[in-house]
């Protein structure tokens, strides 16, 4: 079967049975193409909560399905490949948050989105690449406890000197892999690129980048730029799709090795199979843990 004849049952079994498709831009061409709507996290999680069809399908990670889960139980909530999942979100255990803290009592705790729901009981605002400077800015204490990505932390933090933040030690298995060395070697090999890079990115990247920004807030940049060449330090898939977007400009990976393979898990398939109600994964939640989790996306919504 081709492409194009999964894609078109797909559209024609979404209409019949009222499912609404939300993919990560990470995704591939042809998921995006029957995608009903496409974005970075914080835009999924803002369009999760609006969405009025009776199912949906995440196509991207565990977590952007819970998040979906939590702000709409009253859907059937799919996640596209059940083995989706974010290895970042679970690096931190619940019990450790709790310890560090008791730690840090009078800290405000803002957690990336890219978390467990258990994680975001134990926390009082979510963020996402994309809103994290702004919401930081917004909070009312001048103590933060950001979790758990330690880049995307560093970045905030040194962009809000007046606040004092506390960091933990994990971070993006993907976007931690490059290093100053691949930036040297593809400004040399591309001398004329601007380099775009996610916050997700090591300190000694972000540095050299001429734009820090989320997913959508590279692809923004670069469409919008006068400038021809990109080196583009963040997963590949972006490469990709920018290529195929602005054809008169040439895009480059900081590293061939930038590949998320949870992000690369789901197959337009998969998608299929969900909208035939034979594959992907129902997400279920326990009540206490949703509405503990809630208030910290809602939060992340009103102030984002
Ligand atoms: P954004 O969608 O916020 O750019 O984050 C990228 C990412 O790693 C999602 O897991
Ligand atoms: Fe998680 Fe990194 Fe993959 Fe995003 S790119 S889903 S943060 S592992």
């Known amino acids: ?12 079994l979404k209409k019949e049975k009222d499912i609404c498709i939300l993919a990560h831009c990470y995704q591939s061409p042809e998921i995006l193409e029957v995608a009903d709507f496409t974005g970075d996290s914080f835009a999924l999680s803002v ?13 991207g990670v565990r977590f952007m399905a819970e998040t979906c889960k939590i702000l709409s139980p009253e859907k059937t909530v799919i996640l596209s490949n059940p ?8 690096m931190i255990e619940p019990e450790l948050l709790a310890q560090v803290k008791e730690q840090y009592p009078e800290h405000t705790v803002v957690a990336y989105v890219n978390t467990t729901s258990e ?27 950001f979790i758990p990505d330690i880049n995307l932390g560093t970045w905030i933090k040194e962009q809000l000197p007046d606040k004092e933040f506390k960091l933990v030690n994990g971070c993006c298995p993907t976007h931690a892999k490059m290093s100053k060395d691949d930036v040297l070697k593809a400004k040399s090999a591309h001398p004329e690129a601007l380099l775009l890079v996610h916050p997700e990115c090591r300190k000694e990247v972000v540095e050299l980048a001429d734009y820090v920004g989320s997913t959508t ?5 670069a ?22 977007e ?7 990976p900081l590293s061939k090795d930038c590949i998320c393979h ?36 809602d939060k992340m919504i009103e102030l984002g």
Not at 231 to 244: A, K, P, R, Y
Not at 273 to 291: S, Y
């Open 262 to 297: 949870n992000m690369q898990a789901t197959t337009l398939v998969d998608v299929l199979n969900c909208c035939k109600g034979t594959g992907g994964e129902v997400i279920e939640l326990d009540e206490d843990v949703r509405l503990k989790a809630k208030h910290c996306i």
């Open 119 to 145: 994680l975001k009981t134990l926390c009082d605002v979510c963020v996402t690449s994309s809103s994290a400077l702004n919401i930081c800015s917004k909070l009312e204490s001048d103590k933060v406890l």
């Open 47 to 59: 369009e999760a909560s609006k969405v009025e069809n009776k199912t949906v399908i995440m196509c």
């Open 246 to 252: 602005c054809p008169d400009k040439s895009f480059y």
């Open 83 to 90: 083995d989706a999942g974010c290895p970042m979100a679970e």
């Open 217 to 221: 807030g590279i692809m923004s940049y």
């Open 1 to 12: 079967m081709a492409i194009k004849d999964v894609q078109e049952q797909i559209i024609k």
């Open 223 to 244: 469409k919008k730029s006068d400038k021809k060449e990109f080196i583009i330090g963040t997963e590949n898939s972006i490469v990709t799709h920018l290529q195929l």
